[in-house]
């Protein structure tokens, strides 16, 4: 769904999202979502080099939303990537980074879902319905990187808006100058995330919209992401997947779709 990953990558997508997904790591083809640090141990007590990255880009995701009657939404993507020994920003998420372990980083994540919410003008099934906004949400991150792909997640709190927690598998497979990666997720969103963005309050009650009290739910993804690296700095990446919502989300008189599709392409500059 994409009041979450999905318009968080967006963030994935979230995207990714998403996916969703680390901002050079992602560039390179891998998930953005990932936590890293080169030493391993504890990064406040790493004498490794600090090598700075940086890097622009700007795309354009399309959507579909869960709400009756809402149809898809475009939007524009713009990126900025920032990653160093104890920082990496990318799009609307910052983590800070904790440690690396084998392999298994750690991170302290925050991230800005700007995108998240309706207007009730946005469809005639919200007509009457308070506005709902997006949220700064934070908490730990991790991810497990082998041979054999990454497992990533987080756990991240809203406020007044709930909790949400994502795992997320990724392998990518390169072929000249093209990457592909398949991934698959799970998301589990609390009952107050659930109530605060499908439920209806009784002021909201109308004909054909009875009251209803979200429940905590699962949702479940599954995707691809595509990088084509044309020069040594210059990429475009392409990422689609489709989410099946939970019943948490599907049993709302505000939601007419189970299965949410989800593109996203972009053009990414790598200046170092």
């Known amino acids: ?93 910052v983590d800070l980074k904790i440690g690396n372990w084998s392999g298994l980083s750690v991170a302290l994540r925050g991230q800005f879902a700007l995108f998240d919410g309706y207007k009730g003008s946005d469809a005639a099934i919200l007509n009457g319905m308070q506005n709902r906004k997006g949220a700064f949400w934070y908490g730990p ?26 795992i997320e598998y990724g392998k990518s497979f390169e072929l000249a100058a093209f990457s592909i990666e398949p991934h698959i997720g799970a998301q589990w969103l609390s009952n107050k995330y659930v109530d605060y963005y499908y439920g209806v ?28 690296k044309f020069t040594e700095h210059q990429r475009i990446i392409f990422d689609a997947g489709v989410s099946h919502l939970g019943s948490g989300i599907t049993d709302s008189p505000l939601v007419g779709k189970r299965y949410i599709p989800e593109a996203m392409i972009v053009y990414f500059y790598q200046f170092k």
Not at 21 to 48: E, F, K, M, R, V
Not at 52 to 79: D, F, M, N, Q, R
Not at 201 to 228: D, F, H, K, L, M
Request: aromatic share 10%; charged share 20%.
């Open 1 to 93: 769904m994409k009041n979450t990953r999905h318009r968080e990558r967006q963030l994935l997508l979230i995207l990714a999202p998403v996916l969703l997904s680390s901002g050079t790591a992602w560039a390179d083809g891998a998930n953005a979502d990932q936590p890293y640090a080169d030493a391993s141990g504890l990064t406040i007590l790493s004498n490794a080099t600090n090598v700075t990255h940086w890097g622009l880009g700007a795309g354009v995701s399309v959507e579909g939303s869960p709400y009756k009657h809402y149809g898809s939404k475009v939007s524009p993507v713009p990126l900025v990537s920032f990653d160093d020994k104890w920082v990496r920003l990318f799009g609307t998420t």
């Open 141 to 166: 991150a991790l991810a497990w990187r082998t041979a054999f792909g990454t497992l990533s997640g987080d756990y991240l709190l809203g406020g007044n808006k709930g909790e949400r927690a994502k």
């Open 201 to 228: 309050r009784p002021s909201e009650v109308r004909a054909g919209r009875p009251q209803y009290n979200g429940t905590s739910t699962w949702n479940e993804s599954v995707g691809a992401r595509v990088t084509y």
